[in-house]
């Protein structure tokens, strides 16, 4: 039986890539820590920094994308459902989508690289 060090060890891009995709779903993998992680595993020769480039943007943009379509699918009953409208108001709600109609480009492409605001 194959142990979970032995897993890691021999697939390290594997679960790089694993832990993008789920903390771009939601699991509690934050992907700053996971670039950290990556970071580290290159300076100390674990995996190389072109495969690991690859591997981090092909995550990342899968889960951006993840992100998007689940958004544009759910977004708009997500926002009319009752819970979500006592925590924002419709007139709130009305302010914000204007706002994004008119800096929609510009918060998607600086938000994607501020920490804590990517998703």
Do not use: C, N, Q
């Amino acid at each position: 039986m194959i142990g979970i060090s032995a897993i890691i060890e021999h697939t390290p891009y594997l679960g790089i890539f694993a832990l993008l995709i789920l903390g771009g779903i939601g699991f509690p993998f934050p992907e700053d820590t996971t670039l950290i992680l990556s970071g580290f595993l290159v300076s100390h020769g674990f995996i190389k920094p072109l495969r690991a480039l690859f591997v981090i943007y092909l995550g990342l943009l899968i889960s951006d994308f993840f992100l998007y379509w689940v958004g544009k699918k759910y977004g708009r009953r997500v926002v009319e459902h009752k819970r979500f409208r006592k925590l924002i108001s419709s007139e709130k709600l009305l302010k914000l989508e204007e706002k994004f109609r008119k800096w929609g480009v510009f918060v998607i492409i600086f938000g994607r690289h501020l920490i804590g605001l990517r998703a």
